[in-house]
């Protein structure tokens, strides 16, 4: 490994003596459109296609190294391997109303990415996730409450999300007058406000005045405002037409009358949506030409592999082809990927920036401003001095992913609000604790999980086999003994030396032998995929969103546990719980906490059932839309026992979206909403 990487230093600096010498791409003193031309005009119309697929492959006879186009960073740096600050959830944020703070966190965030991009430029190990092209913000108008993305939004409002968008696109991209720091996003072009499920195949159809007073306002801000260098178009067509080959979206307007001089990226699969999904043309060939002619210059997806068939067929010419790579590549040269690094001034941040002192403290800044006190009868703030036991309730209390939301990255310390309540009461406040019900449903799991009992030839563990395949073909490529599967990885983040965790599968094996006999609980989160095997079968799942698996088990006997595993992208997480399985049973759990002085109900909903394209189908929710705006019935239950103790009810509402609660401002005495608060989420809580 250690001579690839230094073979491939040797490379690259090769590259820039020897071509440096005479080629104009690499004269940093040259202006960038006269580079750009120079470079193109070397390259081959295979190597051009290439170029404008997101992973775009190195290019050793002209020294260009491989980049991938896709990263993230809609609240903080996401999907990386490395530990990175993760901020409120974007809709949190817009709460704030604070553009001051979001530019600031838009900057910091991007010093973390450039310190990863960096990093990983001197270990030689591009990819995924570590690039400096974000795609982000996303602008849409949050318009349905149901719509499980518009937590990535600002809101339903076009002004705050111009103002908000504006300034994290200025936090991100720099202020330095020759290089861009990172490039931002404004995502999805447009008229893209939900619903998830349909979205390949809906045809948007607004008026005019809604086109220009809702849909279009913040995207013309960023473009023509605030210098947004990247725009994704959307999967949804428009009067017709799909976003990213639409006469009036991309040409007329953001081309002729906005001026943008940036680069066009398709959502992922975007394209292939142009004649699967909208069967507006009959295969990949005609597509591609359509897109690019329409100013989409780079793909997420494949189907631009067939730009060669295209070209050949006369659906589009080499040269139509060039002004869109022309454009990609004014971006990496802005980026400072072709010059030398001490003229860049963003290429010597290093990796202490990440989760630095100060980028936590504006983490926990955000978080606070961006609560919303939706009522409060005067029981906040908490009067420690009247107060000696409290009491927390409820699905959200103890659950760090629910302040992550979606499209996050991994803090260090992930702390939830049970966690940070137990600190800051300190020892003079009783805390008591009761999860009593689930987000959805009534399954109340409870872990018990003891490392004794599993066990791998005859010592606590599990026996851990990895591939660097989806199918657990061949030998694998690593084989340890872990304690137990509980992990987080960003993607592409080394497991092991030659295993990463992106398109790879595993296997975890151990014995379970049972002290007492009676019903036992196992508990398997997974991303992106897992199966429990008992004895080489399946048992019954349980739960509507986590998966229970329930054993009836035998003191002293054995039982072959065997978890399989399969990662392709993004989060990989893999955890394996043991315990016990409860039905909710109301009355017992209010019963439990009526001797506080106060209860504290933790719960709303999160990313587990409010997303992108999930495959999420239960009452109130529907591939990750939401059917319903109420609270989910078996909270609202939990609720109402808590209030017929007669003592004060406090509901800290965890959300991305609106939620009705006609009964709960009628019947509880404070409700806060913390949004999805990020990494500082339940901290920030505690200090309302």
């Known amino acids: 490994m250690r001579k690839n990487i230094i073979a491939g230093i040797c490379l690259l600096v090769s590259c820039v003596t020897s071509f440096g010498q005479k080629e104009k791409y690499w004269n940093p003193n040259l202006p960038i459109d006269e580079r750009v031309e120079d470079l193109v005009g070397r390259m081959t119309l295979d190597e051009k296609i290439g170029q404008m697929m997101n992973n775009a492959p190195a290019i050793d006879r002209l020294g260009i190294p491989a980049y991938n186009w896709w990263n993230e960073c809609l609240h903080g740096v996401a999907r990386s391997p490395y530990n990175t600050t993760s901020f409120p959830q974007a809709i949190a944020m817009a709460a704030t109303w604070d553009r001051d703070a979001i530019n600031l966190m838009g900057e910091y965030a991007s010093d973390e990415g450039r310190a990863i991009f960096n990093d990983s430029k001197r270990l030689g190990k591009p990819g995924i996730f570590k690039g400096l092209t974000y795609w982000s913000p996303n602008i849409n108008i949050f318009r349905d409450p149901r719509w499980g993305r518009g937590q990535e939004t600002y809101g339903e409002d076009p002004y705050l999300t111009g103002e908000m968008g504006t300034a994290f696109v200025r936090g991100i991209q720099g202020d330095d007058p020759r290089y861009l720091k990172a490039s931002a996003c404004a995502k999805h072009y447009a008229v893209h406000s939900g619903p998830e499920w349909n979205r390949h195949t809906f045809n948007a159809q607004v008026s005019n005045q809604d086109l220009w007073d809702t849909y279009l306002p913040a995207f013309k801000k960023l473009v023509t405002e605030a210098g947004v260098t990247g725009v994704m178009c959307a999967y949804n067509a428009f009067l017709g037409q799909a976003c990213c080959g639409n006469d009036v979206l991309m040409m007329d307007i953001l081309k002729n009358q906005w001026h943008f001089s940036g680069y066009v990226t398709s959502d992922c699969g975007a394209i292939d949506d142009f004649y699967k999904t909208h069967k507006l043309f009959d295969d990949a060939a005609s597509s591609s030409a359509d897109a690019v002619l329409h100013g989409t210059d780079c793909e997420c997806g494949g189907s631009y592999s067939a730009l060669s068939q295209a ?19 004014r971006i990496r040269f802005r980026l400072g990927m072709f010059d030398p690094d001490e003229k860049n001034p963003y290429s010597k941040i290093p990796l202490s920036v990440l989760e630095s002192p100060e980028h936590k403290a504006h983490a926990l800044k955000m978080a606070r401003e961006s609560m919303v ?13 009247k107060v000696k036991k409290v009491a927390l309730v409820g699905p959200n209390a103890d ?6 939301a979606n499209y996050y990255g991994y803090p260090s310390q992930k702390t939830t609000l049970y966690q940070a309540l137990r600190n800051k009461l300190g020892d003079d406040v009783e805390l008591i604790y009761k999860k009593g019900v689930n987000l959805v449903d009534d399954c109340v799991f409870t872990s018990h999980y003891d490392d004794k009992l599993f066990r791998i030839n005859g010592k606590p563990g599990f026996k851990a086999e990895y591939w660097t395949n989806m199918r657990r073909e061949g030998t694998p490529v690593l084989t340890r003994v872990e304690s137990r599967p509980d992990h987080c990885w960003g ?18 094996k151990t014995t379970f032998k049972p002290r007492e006999s009676g019903r036992v609980c196992f508990e398997l989160r997974a991303d992106d995929w897992a199966e429990l095997l008992i004895d080489g079968k399946a048992p019954e799942k349980v739960g509507l969103v986590n998966k229970y698996y329930q054993l009836d088990a035998v003191k002293g006997k054995s039982y072959e ?3 399989h595993y399969t990662q392709g992208s993004d989060n990989a997480e893999i955890l394996f719980d043991f315990g016990s399985l409860e039905h909710a049973d109301y009355a017992r759990t209010a019963d439990e906490v009526k001797d506080a002085d106060l209860i504290l109900f933790a719960g709303g909903i999160s990313s587990m059932v409010e997303g992108e394209q999930m495959p999420v189908e239960i009452e109130g929710f529907r591939g990750g839309d939401r059917t319903t ?11 109402k026992a808590l209030k017929d103790t007669g003592k004060p009810v406090i509901f800290v509402m965890m959300t991305g979206s609106a939620i009705g609660l006609e009964w709960e401002n009628s019947n509880l005495n404070a409700i806060l909403n913390a949004w999805y608060g990020g990494q500082a989420g339940g901290q920030a809580i505690c200090d309302i």
């Open 399 to 404: 659950e760090w992913k629910v302040y992550l």
């Open 373 to 385: 006190l939706l009522k409060n009868d005067g029981i906040l703030p908490i009067d420690r001095n």
């Open 561 to 563: 546990i065997e978890i």
């Open 311 to 329: 070209v050949a067929e006369g659906l589009i010419s080499e040269e139509q082809i060039d002004e869109s790579l022309k454009r990609l590549f």
């Open 629 to 639: 705006i109420e609270l989910p019935k078996v909270q609202k239950n939990m609720l």
């Open 491 to 508: 993607d592409g983040q080394d497991i092991a030396p030659g295993v990463v965790a992106t398109r790879m599968s595993a296997v975890w």
